[in-house]
């Protein structure tokens, strides 16, 4: 028997990946970020910093990011990065230097400008200028959109558009404005949402009890403190909520905003510290006076039961922390700004008016009554806004940056950080979840073989990179599971629920497959048995040889494949003669369905179809039987031509399988599933392995591209 060494393919992704990064590093196109930045304490300032974050993040190797901030002739931050570029905006010559330098600098591509009008006002037509004299393509977002300009507005703004190669904006309503009332062309526009972060589920009753709000129901702003928040709709509204429920918080979280500050002091945060005395609310309120670092605001608004945004600025376009808020989950109050308009649909939040205490009061009453409401509201949210992920903002900007640097801009994937925090986040002392609703476990779900069986394969891989001893912990769990899971016949069941008790639907569901990836996992497991303890491995070997008897009797063609990839890590003399049998019945399968130019094992293309020639290899690798090795070159060479079209991926959609008589490919829109993707990663890396073919490398890369590749919503078309 012949065995492969599973860290060769990782060695060559890792060093043509490595090679990748320094070819581009040689000559990587920049991009400069004008912008306010932090320590400025800014919204803009932290949405350009979070969103420099995201494209460094993921596309690093692809472009350099420069930022060059914007101050006023007061201000001289100390930023953390080196900055070769900076903006003194109550300078008009400042600007015309800054257009000279950027022209002189022959990497730089593209210049983006974060617009808020409030930032050029010091000087009478500085940006004018600078957009004049760049000699760079430039794209402008604009934070403010305000309906029905004056003459003078939608001059400067249409302006601005003239230079610009495309305008940001961050939602449908501010798209129509341009386009409607200032004539900005349609295809000029581009609709980008404000970026969220993608949150872990977190206990909220542990968090409540570290800020000292245990037995709370928590209402909570936050944002740079100032009159237009409004936040005496909310102190006004209290008494009524308090008297249906005495046991609520209302916390005002963040500082006043420097400026402000700097013209009147401390008189808007005075005035509502008054009013909560005359109101008699200092047992209900709560002033956090800082500006809190990201990782704990995001603690303090998972905590919270209802936030509540009652800015009093009709025209204000986008806020981000309306959009902090939604992306963990909380149930939102907020005034009809077009941001919540466009955001709070379908069940996502609730919408009162402006100034309107005795409406709030009425929809915080009924939320804090019905948790089932909230709960759903929480999850609608989260479905709503994981679209908008920072990850997904530097997506749809990196093409965008590439749409005018097509020559010289190649968008290059970085790897992420492998993550278990979520697999782990799903085990329980038991095992896997089955389900979960966006980020929170649904122990109501129950759990299945499958899942825990797949889970064991990721913690066994981990555990082969990484030696972390908490992998052991996850993969005795989820060999527990198989284990329990197995029958007196040797046979698996699926379905467990909550109480560890098995679900009826084990006995109206064909199970073949969960047997299968039941054995495939216990092999992966006894394929590292090296590094394992030994009682894992005598563990795994005892319940597959208990399972012989019953998955010798298994016809179905998948279940087949993973029974026969599972032996095949084994790597037993004793049951090759049980893998040759099933890999005959799959060679048996193959040779009366193939015809013409069907090469393929049954008469249609559905779901997990690169596991089968995988499998055929694998047994050539056991076994030297030369037609297992013929057949799944032929099958898969057939399966690649159908989907990989024009050199990306796209597997066989749910939504329409590709029958024998079609042979031609018809494009569905959506239904592809992830694992099926990376059950063709799989493939190609065992295909690699054992042909050397550099194209298995190229298409492992494209495949796992995918995972970055899809791209959420973003519009030019209004």
Request: some cysteine; charged content about 25%.
């Amino acid at each position: 028997m012949s065995k492969y060494t599973k860290s060769d393919v990782e060695k060559k992704i890792e060093k043509r990946s490595a090679q990748n990064e320094r070819d581009s590093t040689n000559d990587k196109p920049e991009i400069i970020f004008i912008s306010s930045f932090p320590p400025k304490v800014c919204g803009i300032a932290t949405y350009t910093q979070d969103l420099i974050k995201s494209l460094r993040s993921k596309f690093g190797g692809s472009f350099n990011v420069l930022i060059c901030p914007m101050e006023t002739e007061e201000e001289n931050y100390e930023y953390e990065e080196q900055i070769q570029y900076k903006l003194n905006i109550s300078d008009s010559f400042s600007y015309l230097e800054l257009a000279s330098e950027i022209n002189l600098n022959d990497s730089v591509r593209l210049v983006m400008i974060q617009h808020e009008f409030g930032f050029f006002n010091e000087t009478k037509n500085g940006l004018y200028l600078l957009l004049k004299n760049l000699k760079k393509e430039i794209i402008v977002t604009f934070h403010t959109v305000l309906p029905g300009p004056d003459k003078e507005l939608k001059r400067k703004v249409k302006e601005i558009a003239d230079f610009a190669k495309s305008i940001i904006v961050m939602t449908g309503i501010s798209a129509e404005i341009l386009a409607n009332e200032y004539d900005i062309a349609y295809d000029k526009i581009t609709i980008i949402p404000h970026g969220t972060h993608l949150l872990p589920f977190t206990d909220i009753l542990a968090l409540k009890e570290k800020y000292g709000l245990k037995d709370k129901k928590v209402l909570s702003t936050f944002g740079l403190l100032g009159s237009g928040k409004n936040i005496e709709t909310t102190l006004k509204a209290l008494p009524n909520i308090i008297k249906l429920n005495p046991d609520v918080i209302f916390l005002i979280l963040g500082k006043t905003h420097p400026a402000i500050v700097r013209s009147e002091g401390e008189k808007y945060r005075e005035f509502l510290e008054d009013l909560v005395w005359k109101l008699h609310l200092e047992d209900n309120v709560r002033f956090i006076n800082e500006y809190l670092p990201l990782p704990e605001l995001l603690e303090y608004l998972q905590l919270s039961d209802i936030y509540l945004f009652t800015s009093k600025d009709r025209n204000q376009a986008v806020s981000g922390t309306f959009s902090y808020a939604i992306s963990s989950g909380c149930a939102i109050v907020s005034t009809p700004i077009p941001h919540a308009v466009e955001v709070l649909k379908e069940e996502t939040g609730i919408i009162i008016d402006f100034e309107a205490p005795e409406q709030l009061a009425s929809a915080v009453n009924n939320l804090l009554s019905s948790e089932k409401s909230r709960k759903l509201l929480h999850v609608k949210s989260l479905e709503k806004m994981a679209p908008t992920a920072w990850e997904n903002s530097a997506i749809l900007h990196a093409l965008l940056f590439q749409q005018y640097n097509r020559d010289k801009m190649i968008l290059l994937y970085t790897l992420p950080k492998i993550n278990l925090s979520h697999i782990k986040n799903m085990t329980t002392d038991f095992g896997m979840i089955q389900f979960s609703k966006i980020n929170k476990p649904d122990i109501d779900s129950g759990y299945t073989l499958d899942d825990n069986a797949r889970a064991m394969i990721v913690a066994c891989r981990h555990y082969e990179l990484s030696r972390d001893e908490s992998d052991l912990a996850l993969i005795s769990t989820y060999l527990s599971v198989i284990k329990f899971c197995q029958q007196s016949d040797g046979s698996f069941l699926n379905y467990v629920n909550r109480r560890k008790e098995f679900a009826q639907q084990n006995y109206e569901t064909n199970l073949e497959d969960s047997n299968g990836r039941a054995i495939w996992a216990l092999g992966y497991l006894l394929s590292i048995k090296e590094i394992l303890p030994q009682h894992y491995c005598n563990k795994a070997e005892s319940i597959i040889e208990k399972s012989l008897s019953s998955i010798e009797k298994i016809h179905s063609t998948r279940a087949m494949a993973f029974i026969i990839k599972g032996l095949h890590y084994q790597n037993s003399e004793n049951n090759i003669p049980l893998l040759e049998k099933l890999a005959n019945r799959l060679v048996k399968m193959y040779q009366h369905e193939k015809h013409g130019e069907w090469h393929w094992f049954e008469s249609y293309l559905t779901y997990g179809n690169s596991l089968l020639p995988e499998a055929l290899l694998c047994a050539w690798i056991t076994t030297k039987v030369e037609i297992y090795k013929q057949i799944a070159d032929e099958s898969f060479r057939f399966l690649l031509s159908k989907i990989f079209i024009e050199g990306n991926i796209k597997v066989i959609s749910n939504k329409g399988w590709l029958q024998k008589e079609i042979i031609k490919n018809t494009t569905s829109i959506g239904g592809e599933q992830p694992i099926d993707v990376a059950y063709t990663i799989l493939a190609l890396s065992t295909f690699y392995k054992v042909f050397k073919d550099e194209k298995y490398l190229h298409m492992m890369q494209n495949a796992f591209n995918w995972f970055f590749r899809e791209e959420p919503f973003a519009s030019n078309n209004l």
